[in-house]
């Protein structure tokens, strides 16, 4: 199983703190039952968090005229709202909310160049609540396809989700094929799209990041 690069911050400190734990436990009460159940319930543990920062192998299908799904999750809000950061008008927004069994990776959606981004400090609150977009800790991201439009994506944390990644920058041209960014531990993206799109999905459907078609412009 390939892991995302984003493991060699959280793998390591991970297992030294199951380790000493462990040893705390083992020394205290000896390897007793509890013991042995404390050391197989941190097996487990680790095997998740491991497995968690997978990476799998993804055909990225793509179309310069469609929306591509930013996030593996599932479809939890579809809506025209007056995007306040940016934009300031009616934009429809398309939310995926990634539950903490979900692939992380945040990948771009279109094909263009991204002309603005902003990393705002915020609240923690349930990612999959409507207020998260405008209240919780996010980075925006604008990218202007060629034809001249252009597709905010947010990146939001939730109640676990501590640490939002974005690798690529203002002034880098961007394919579908790229990677956005890393969220962990449970989190959401949101994307603003122009009023005249045709959205493709609906509520409580599942997407695949780079596969699943969001929207055509």
């Not at 319930?41 to 920062?53: A, H, K, N, P, T």
């Not at 609240?123 to 202007?144: H, M, Q």
């Not at 690798?167 to 890393?182: I, M, Y």
Request: with cysteine; charged share 25%.
């Amino acid at each position: 199983m390939k892991l995302h690069s984003e493991w060699k911050k959280i793998v390591p400190a991970a297992a030294l703190m199951l380790l000493a734990a462990n040893l705390i436990i083992s020394g205290a009460i000896g390897i007793q039952t509890v013991g042995k159940l404390f050391l197989s319930g941190s097996v487990v543990f680790f095997g998740m968090i491991i497995w968690f920062f997978r990476d799998p192998p993804r055909k990225i299908c793509k179309a310069p005229d469609k929306v591509l799904s930013p996030a593996d999750g599932d479809i939890v809000e579809i809506m025209k709202v007056t995007e306040k950061e940016y934009f300031h008008d009616e934009r429809i927004q398309v939310s995926v909310f990634m539950s903490v069994f979900n692939v992380h990776i945040n990948r771009i959606p279109v094909e263009g160049e991204i002309i603005y981004q902003n990393h705002i400090n915020g609240r923690f609150l349930p990612a999959f609540i409507k207020r998260s977009s405008e209240l919780n800790e996010r980075c925006s991201t604008v990218i202007r396809t060629r034809s001249g439009q252009e597709i905010l994506v947010r990146q939001i944390a939730g109640i676990v989700a501590r640490r939002i990644r974005t690798f690529k920058k203002p002034g880098e041209k961007v394919t579908q094929s790229d990677e956005l960014g890393f969220i962990r531990f449970g989190s959401r993206v949101d994307i603003f799209l122009p009023v005249t799109s045709s959205v493709k999905v609906e509520h409580h459907q599942k997407s695949i990041g780079g596969q699943t078609i969001i929207a055509t412009l």
